[in-house]
């Protein structure tokens, strides 16, 4: 996959109701409902990176939108889960195995938000939702020893396939840190596709780029990051 060939891959984390967010990883409700509306009536789907890629492959995916949640938060399930599936959407949740019902640590002195439990994983996946793994634990890969990084990538998709009810092969960078060394070893580890964020790389399965998606954005600019993506990319479904 080339560069030119790149998808149209949204980057969501949370939708929730909110006062303070200096990370602007949340996205009220109402804002993600007009932006699944924008997406619908200009003859766009929403769907997981697992059927992107997949209708990709057989040259039906004129179109598609990938819809990717990154961090796994608890509110996917009572906020966006109800909005996706009323607009026969679907989605990639990337979820942090190693933190299942907990907060998000990594976040810290941002807003404090609770991570789905394995029960709500279950839930997730039994709606027609794609899980994949955002590592064991919300780490910067790079940082971590060949072994260590191994263990983290084949740990999460282990235990996040058990949840799931069959195989994770998508991944998502932790910060988007996607190096030669950590893109071999997502390979290494049997995953499919990886999506990063944040770094000028080549565009391929294992770094897949993707288009941050903020409360901000309203439909004009929605269509500016379309047209942006266009010009970078040279192909977007028309």
């Known amino acids: 996959m080339t560069t030119e060939s790149a998808p149209f891959v949204l980057m969501y984390h949370s939708v ?4 303070d967010d200096p990370y602007q990883v949340t996205v009220r409700p109402d804002r993600f409902e007009h932006q699944l509306r924008w997406l619908h009536r200009h003859g766009r789907r929403g769907v997981s990176m697992r059927e992107l890629l997949r209708r990709r492959r057989s040259g039906h995916d004129a179109r598609l939108v990938g819809l990717t949640f990154d961090d796994g938060y608890a509110d996917f399930v009572t906020e966006a889960l109800p909005a996706l599936v009323r607009h026969g959407f679907t989605a990639t949740v990337f979820v ?4 299942l019902g907990g907060w998000n640590t990594w976040d810290d002195p941002g807003p404090r938000k609770r991570l789905l439990t394995a029960t709500q994983v279950r839930q997730v996946a ?5 899980i994949g793994s955002h590592g064991l634990h919300h780490v910067h890969l790079p940082g971590l020893g060949p072994t260590e990084l191994a263990e983290h990538l084949l740990r999460s998709r282990g235990a996040l396939s058990a949840l799931a009810g069959g195989p994770v092969t998508g991944f998502c960078y932790p910060y988007g840190d996607a190096g030669p060394r950590e893109t071999a070893a ?6 499919e596709y990886a999506c990063a964020a944040g770094r000028e790389l080549p565009a391929g399965p294992l770094t897949l780029p993707r288009t941050f998606v ?7 600019r929605l269509y500016a990051k379309l047209a942006r993506h266009r010009l970078t990319t040279g192909r977007v479904p028309v």
């Open 16 to 19: 929730q109701a909110y006062h």
């Open 126 to 130: 039994a709606a027609g939702m794609e």
């Open 186 to 191: 997502v390979a290494a580890a049997g995953y």
């Open 96 to 99: 942090v195995a190693g933190a």
């Open 214 to 220: 903020g409360d901000r954005d309203t439909p004009p």
